[in-house]
Nanobody
Framework: QVQLVESGGRLVQAGGSLKLSCAAS????????MSWFRQAPGKEREFVAA??????????DSVKDRFDVSILARDNVHNTMYLKMNSLKPEDTAVYYC????????????????WGQGTQVTVSS
């Protein structure tokens, strides 16, 4: 059973930096794809960034050039995904969720995979 555990969210001032972590375990497919989503109060969950087992990565336009996603693959069933967030803005305030799926498409849609419980990021102005 896939388990995803996010950590690192906290209150930070605008312009500051923060690094989120997502520990993944229990997945059995080798061609995995992981992504970050976020959901602000009163808004729908939105895609933030994704990275594949092959090293491909992509970002939403709202975070491109400010956020950086990386993955440390410790073995075939344990990964840790990071999201380094720089130049944070109040509009980055949201619960950030980690997602793991079997295809690149699932990493964008958040369908057909597993979710973490989320970690709260609050950016004060």
């Amino acid at each position: 059973q896939v388990q995803l555990v996010e950590s690192g969210g906290r209150l930070v001032q605008a312009g500051g930096s923060l690094k989120l972590s997502c520990a993944a375990s229990g997945f059995t497919f080798s061609n995995w794809h992981m992504s970050w989503f976020r959901q602000a109060p009163g808004k729908e969950r939105e895609f933030v960034a994704a990275m594949s087992w092959s090293g491909n990565s992509t970002y939403s336009d709202s975070v491109k050039d400010r956020f950086d996603v990386s993955i440390l693959a410790r073995d075939n069933v344990h990964n840790t995904m990071y999201l380094k967030m720089n130049s944070l803005k109040p509009e980055d305030t949201a619960v950030y969720y980690c997602f793991l799926g079997p295809t690149w498409k699932t990493a964008f849609t958040g369908l057909g995979g597993s979710w973490g419980q989320g970690t709260q990021v609050t950016v004060s102005s």
